[in-house]
């Protein structure tokens, strides 16, 4: 089925650690895809996005994502975590059209 | 940025009851709106695409006549879900589509609390 998966349902890491969240897609064509940061009761903060070109998107906060179409893969990194990352962080494709499809979320926490 | 607002942004309602939620955008006019749900430690949920002035396009196995969107203007979707039920209690979130954005972003609302007693 078509979909989008995140394979970790929770991750625990160092501050100043480095953090790698993965996400999978499984799309016939490449998708445009997308991460997003939750906050508890908040809505989504776009934390990067990627639809061509360049596989290493840039993005705010201090993340990146590295596109492998050869492993239908869109994973986010951050070299050095920061308290203030603990939230949870969902990536999503948007495979044709305007419709998103999210994967099931990560929640990151982090500890001193 | 484009940005999106709620209102309310936690509402609290007695089963059987209906509740109306929207979301608007303040910087841009937005054909093509997006409602979604996230129950507790979810991931998101597609309910529907509302589209200003036409209906609205309903995912499958969602009900349109309890949740009745509306689309009257371009910076205006609302959301009501009628005859509110415990069951309906969720985080709604909306987002709109700027379509002055080369790639038709969707930006996010802050979201909307329902609790049903």
């Known amino acids: 089925a078509q979909s989008v998966t995140q394979p970790d349902i929770h991750i625990t890491v160092s501050e100043g650690a480095s953090l790698e969240l993965r996400c999978n897609y499984s799309?016939?064509?490449?998708?445009?895809l997308f991460w997003y940061v939750q906050s508890p009761g908040q809505g989504l903060q776009l934390l990067l996005k990627?639809?061509?070109?360049?596989?290493l998107v840039q993005g705010i906060k201090g993340f990146e994502a590295e596109f492998k179409r050869s492993q239908s893969s869109f994973n986010l990194r951050k070299p050095s975590v920061h308290w203030s990352d603990a939230a949870e962080y969902f990536c999503?494709?948007?495979?044709?059209?305007?419709?998103?499809?999210f994967g099931a979320g990560t929640i990151l926490r982090v500890k001193s | 940025g484009a940005v999106v607002s709620q209102h309310p942004s936690r509402v609290i309602c007695k089963s059987g009851t209906s509740v109306k939620i929207e979301c608007r955008s303040l910087?841009?006019?937005?054909?093509?709106m997006f409602w979604y749900r996230q129950f507790p430690k979810q991931s998101l949920m597609l309910m529907a695409t509302?589209?200003?002035?036409?209906?609205?396009?309903?995912e499958q196995g969602v009900e349109k006549d309890k949740f009745l969107i509306n689309h009257a203007s371009l910076t205006l979707s609302t959301l009501t879900v009628t005859s509110a039920h415990p069951e309906d209690s969720s985080f709604y979130i909306c987002?709109?589509?700027?379509?002055?954005?080369?790639?038709?972003?969707?930006?996010f609302g802050p979201g909307t609390r329902l609790t049903v007693l």
């Open positions: 987002s709109a589509r700027d379509p002055r954005d080369t790639y038709n972003e969707q930006f």
């Open positions: 799309y016939g064509a490449t998708p445009y």
């Open positions: 990627y639809f061509s070109g360049d596989t």
């Open positions: 999503a494709a948007r495979p044709y059209g305007n419709k998103l499809v």
């Open positions: 910087d841009f006019q937005a054909t093509t």
């Open positions: 509302s589209n200003e002035g036409s209906k609205a396009t309903y």
